[in-house]
């Protein structure tokens, strides 16, 4: 075991806010609070390159070097976030659009258009400056690549944009007659006779073309991840050693994360539930879980707020222990950073209401207190660094099934423009109650209710690993997938899947002779018709003589695929409706395995009953505890750090697994109960270590 084993500890740290009196307060109370490393420029590109051909590091130098001399390290950010005004004026091309052709006011951040010429030009010479700057500085530990791609800048709709789209296009179906084809542009006479003619999918007057709509959303994904590539390459030739990463939103609608996976050192979130919803933590566990599993290893947490944000619509403070709590809560996933916006809060800027380690108060405050006892009892916890989750379940996450279901511009919610888009703006769909991310949610927090880790992976990562593999809303299926399912299936594994899955392939275009398409085989099961419910409309699911180990039936609601087995067993049928008596679940051996397809949305009793059914089939551990108690377990070297974590506001008892354990934060030994106190944390190791 490594003797520098340990868990970082700080936040991002703007001294270019503050007059020079305060760095060495700051590098104080930084040492006061344990801080071990910080997240420097990340909005400074003003202030290091005043025009175009001055850069300006004499400051950062300073700010460097003081913390080197303080042991404390540096993550470094490439301050590509927020570009200067002078950089702005000059190119008219730097500023996004949107879709009704206005473009944002300077004044702020994220205001770039990703496929701006002039901005990644100018991104890749502030990079290359900056990395031979600070190469082989004794600070510089990370690499930090913009700030949360996407935040406000998601969908451009300008000219370059549109000129790249059609590029894009011209590379992936190479002749006008197969982008036709494949966009089924004979639909309402939209065929396309020159490739000028495709423009951004912008607003029109009814239902858009879905193909075309998915591709532009592809194609701006991949335009996030070709603008961090140009910045990663650079910096990556000029410091080979040194780890890069860029912090991630945990809402990953905007762009498909998988993307960054091969170049990426270490995957970093920002991570912000809301304090005044009780089942933030539940959250908070799928977003670090995803996290986690996007390079199969710990993760870091860049950011959380140490006490309020300035963005929920009413931002309640985190009450004492809860910033503690959910820190370990990130931790226990399988972080191996805790880390908060910001260090020091602003005095001036759009953020001065946001919460800071150092609070407008100062030291003496209740936030700094709590800051500086975590940033000490982080000492304790070293051993758990680079310590694993081992799930042995996996949910699939598939962008395009998610763009598919849920309109690229994001149906029913909010749109960068802060209107909404109905359905008939963006793309019709049956429903406006399902949505893709809210289904891979329910699942996920079934499992989370059972305390069972969930890995997040994406649709091409490998599933051997794994003994069930959760596929909710499959909505997409393209190449490859059926054959890696049925390879999974075959050799013993379990397969799940939902209602209004195998619908489309990769074109968008629908697979006739029954849904499910191309799982119609490992599942046994072809899907005819569907039945969206009405708002509040329920049905039930009647469990038939072929299930065993559930109570007689369910409740079900949202929606009702009418199927029809091929080779599975019918093991639940609804009661309702004119399709009563057509399976809501099934299950078909195929090979060693099993695969199981829910034609509904069903009731939170039934998810526990057949998630236990099929985990204890498999032998995977379930732990169900009491309401708001979290069991998460971190594993080296056979052995288990059992992270017990009470997100109650009221005292929990948990009855521990036979043996004697050891609390690394108090030293505390237990045996058969624990009493967990409100917002209590207790980090459990087996006594008798295993030889
Ligand atoms: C994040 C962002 C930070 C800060 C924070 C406030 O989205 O990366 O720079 O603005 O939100 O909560």
Redesign the pocket.
């Known amino acids: 075991m490594s003797d520098d084993r340990k868990i970082i500890f700080g936040g991002?740290y703007f001294p270019e806010q503050w007059p020079e009196e305060i760095w060495e307060e700051d590098l104080h109370l930084m040492k006061q609070a344990n801080v071990n490393m910080v997240s420097l420029g990340?909005?400074a590109w003003a202030l290091l390159q005043p025009d175009e051909d001055t850069f300006t590091f004499g400051w950062l130098d300073k700010v460097m070097d003081l913390l080197a001399d303080n042991g404390i390290d540096v993550c470094l950010g490439t301050s590509t976030a927020a570009q200067p005004n002078w950089l702005t004026q000059k190119y008219d091309d730097i500023l996004f659009m949107r879709e009704t052709g206005e473009r944002p006011a300077c004044g702020s951040?994220q205001t770039y258009c990703i496929n701006s010429p002039s901005y990644r030009k100018a991104v890749r010479r502030l990079a290359k400056e900056m990395a031979l700057h600070y190469k082989g500085h004794r600070a510089l530990k990370l690499w930090h690549i913009n700030?949360?791609y996407a935040?406000k800048n998601s969908m451009c709709f300008c000219k370059n944009c549109e000129k790249n789209f059609q590029k894009w296009l011209k590379k992936k179906y190479k002749t006008l007659a197969n982008l036709n084809e494949c966009w089924g542009t004979v639909f309402w006479s939209e065929k396309y006779s020159n490739w000028k003619e495709i423009n951004t999918p912008r607003a029109s007057a009814g239902g858009r073309n879905a193909t075309k709509l998915l591709d532009y959303k592809r194609f701006l994904s991949e335009s996030f991840f070709t603008l961090y590539k140009e910045e990663y390459d650079v910096i990556r030739t000029i410091t080979p050693d040194i780890p890069v990463t860029t912090?991630f939103?945990g809402d990953w609608s905007k762009f498909d994360h998988f993307l960054f996976r091969d170049n990426l050192d270490v995957a970093s979130l920002?991570f912000?539930p809301n304090p005044s919803d009780l089942n933030s933590y539940k959250w908070a566990a799928l977003r670090h879980s995803m996290m986690r599993s996007l390079l199969g290893k710990p993760f870091m947490v860049m950011?959380q707020?140490p006490s309020q944000?300035?963005?929920y619509p009413v931002n309640i403070a985190k009450h004492p222990g809860l910033m503690r709590l959910w820190s370990y809560q990130a931790l226990a996933h399988g972080s191996d950073s805790v880390m908060f916006?910001?260090w020091r809060a602003s005095k001036k800027g759009a953020?001065k209401y946001?919460s800071g380690m150092v609070p407008h108060y100062g030291e003496n405050s209740r936030v700094f207190k709590e800051i500086s006892a975590l940033g000490n009892e982080l000492k304790k916890v070293k051993d758990i660094a680079d310590s694993k989750v081992n799930s042995e379940v996996a949910i699939l996450l598939d962008n395009d099934s998610w763009w598919s279901v849920d309109s690229p511009y994001g149906r029913g919610t909010k749109s960068l423009d802060n209107e909404v888009f109905w359905s008939a703006n963006g793309q019709p769909f049956p429903t406006v109650l399902v949505s893709y991310f809210g289904e891979l949610e329910y699942y996920f927090n079934a499992f989370h209710d059972l305390n069972v880790p969930v890995d997040v992976i994406g649709i091409d990562y490998d599933l051997s690993k794994y003994k069930i593999v959760v596929a909710p809303l499959l909505h997409m299926i393209k190449p490859g997938l059926k054959e890696a399912v049925q390879d999974f299936v075959k050799k013993g594994g379990i397969f799940i899947t939902t209602y209004f899955s195998g619908v489309i392939d990769e074109f968008v275009g629908v697979f006739l002779d029954g849904y499910l398409g191309p799982l119609k085989d490992v599942l046994g099961v072809k899907v005819e018709e569907y039945n969206p419910l009405p708002p509040g409309g329920k049905n039930r699911m009647l469990m038939t003589e072929n299930a065993e180990g559930f109570r007689k039936d369910y409740g079900c609601s949202i929606w009702c695929d009418v199927a029809h087995p091929i080779t599975a067993k019918t093991l639940a049928a609804f009661t309702d409706g004119y399709y009563s008596g057509a399976p809501s679940l099934t299950e078909n051996k195929f090979g060693d395995g099993k695969a199981y397809y829910v034609a509904t949305r069903p009731d939170r009793d039934f998810m526990r009953d057949f998630l236990s059914k099929i985990l204890s089939e498999q032998n995977i551990k379930v732990s169900p505890l009491p309401e708001e108690v979290e069991l998460v377990v971190r594993s080296r070297n056979g052995e288990d750090y059992n992270f017990y974590l009470n997100h109650g506001e009221t005292e929990k008892h948990v009855k521990l697994p036979e043996g004697k354990y050891e609390d690394l934060l108090t030293g505390a030994v237990y045996e058969n109960i624990l009493h967990l106190a409100k917002y209590g944390v207790y980090i459990l190791r087996t006594k008798e270590r295993k030889s």
């Open positions: 991002d990340i909005f951040r700030n949360e935040n912090n939103e920002n912000y950011e707020a944000v300035d963005w916006f910001q953020e946001h």
